[in-house]
């Protein structure tokens, strides 16, 4: 497992790891807990920092460190290499939000979604024993400099719209312990749907962040976090539009959610120097479908500058995730 070629840190590395333990938080969530003695140099950025994790094949085998060895031309390699695998030799990759990190212990948190007729990861999350095996793809701390797989870009902002479906619950969680860490001072709600009463998980208690739950009902996924949100439209201190803003909203063009990824966002240098103190903020990720009529609901008919607004298509219903 190559860390560093020619004294420089690669940024993007292969943690592997075991479960620890696993815990079933609600009907529909399940907490992995992996260890590894790699962790300690896991980068904790916090907020919405994502990773990619290999799960085993079906019968727990997982590929060497060789594998991925690297060089800091060519950090990803190993990535090319791993999609002209045979489909029976190539571990189901996802990517999934961190939850928490504890470099001390040599541990990570990861929070699965679990639904019926689960695929490769949920079917690992329903299984998960201690002892087995996974690959994390994660950033290096030794590398320095910024940490890839981060969206959450509020700039100065003082008020903040969290949005997002059950696959977005880990993601607000870790945005919201990542402001209380900070002493983030201002405003805000989020909006959370999960598929049943259950799955309301315990949230950080962030001063000036009200959250309003919804549960999926008979109408479809997204649906009730759609209509909670077109209830909460006039609420949102959505200035009226710059000439930039007017001018983005403008440029307003519709996403093809069947053919392309929906992921709209500023990075952190972008949003420093646009979003201002009273600027809103909006964070938004789930289903594509519903993410993408919550970026017309607010872009297009609501005139919001598209600087201030991530949108993440975390998943695609009736897809999966390229495996």
């Given amino acids: 497992m190559e860390r560093q070629a020619n004294n420089h840190p690669v940024p993007l590395i292969p943690f592997r790891v075991s479960v620890a333990r696993a815990e079933t938080l609600s009907p529909h969530f399940k907490r992995i807990v992996f260890q590894g003695p790699d962790l300690k140099i896991f980068a904790?950025?916090?907020?919405?920092?994502?990773?990619?994790?290999?799960?085993p094949l079906p019968e727990g085998s997982v590929?060497?460190?060789?594998?991925?060895?690297?060089?800091?031309?060519?950090?990803?390699a190993w990535y090319q290499k791993w999609r002209t695998l045979p489909a029976e030799s190539r571990n189901p990759m996802r990517t999934y939000t961190v939850r928490k990190v504890r470099p001390e212990s040599e541990q990570i948190d990861v929070d699965f979604v679990i639904h019926d007729h689960a695929g490769p990861a949920g079917a690992?999350?329903?299984?998960?024993?201690?002892?087995?095996?996974?690959?994390?793809?994660?950033?290096?701390?030794q590398a320095g400099g910024p940490v890839a797989g981060m969206d959450f870009h509020p700039g100065q902002s003082r008020h903040?719209?969290?949005?997002?479906?059950?696959?977005?619950?880990?993601?607000?969680?870790?945005?919201m312990?990542?402001?209380?860490?900070?002493?983030?001072?201002?405003?805000?709600?989020?909006?959370?749907?999960?598929?049943?009463?259950?799955?309301?998980?315990?949230?950080p208690e962030l001063e000036g962040i009200r959250v309003i739950w919804t549960t999926c009902d008979e109408s479809g996924h997204g649906h009730?976090?759609?209509?909670?949100?077109?209830?909460?439209?006039?609420?949102?201190?959505?200035?009226?539009?710059?000439?930039v803003a007017d001018e983005s909203s403008k440029e307003f063009t519709e996403v093809d959610i069947d053919k392309e990824l929906l992921w709209e966002t500023a990075d952190a240098?972008?949003?420093?120097?646009?979003?201002?103190?009273?600027?809103?903020?909006?964070?938004?990720?789930?289903?594509?479908?519903?993410?993408?009529?919550?970026?017309?609901?607010?872009?297009?008919?609501?005139?919001?500058?598209?600087?201030?607004?991530?949108?993440?298509?975390?998943?695609?219903?009736?897809?999966?995730?390229?495996?």
Avoid: C
Avoid at 160 to 175: H, N, Q, R, Y
Avoid at 225 to 236: F, G, P, Q, T, V
């Fill in 63 to 76: 590929l060497p460190p060789s594998f991925f060895e690297a060089t800091p031309e060519d950090p990803l």
């Fill in 160 to 175: 903040l719209l969290l949005v997002g479906d059950e696959t977005a619950v880990p993601a607000i969680a870790a945005i």
């Fill in 269 to 323: 240098t972008q949003a420093d120097a646009s979003i201002r103190a009273d600027d809103l903020y909006a964070w938004i990720a789930g289903e594509a479908a519903t993410v993408r009529e919550l970026r017309r609901m607010l872009v297009r008919d609501r005139g919001m500058d598209r600087r201030n607004v991530s949108f993440m298509g975390y998943w695609r219903q009736g897809r999966s995730e390229m495996s």
């Fill in 177 to 203: 312990d990542s402001l209380i860490r900070d002493h983030w001072q201002g405003d805000g709600v989020a909006v959370i749907e999960v598929p049943a009463e259950e799955d309301r998980l315990p949230l």
């Fill in 124 to 141: 690992f999350a329903e299984a998960a024993k201690p002892g087995d095996q996974a690959i994390i793809i994660g950033p290096n701390a």
């Fill in 44 to 55: 904790d950025a916090g907020y919405d920092e994502r990773i990619k994790i290999l799960l």
């Fill in 224 to 243: 009730a976090l759609i209509e909670a949100m077109r209830n909460l439209l006039e609420d949102l201190p959505i200035h009226s539009p710059t000439a």
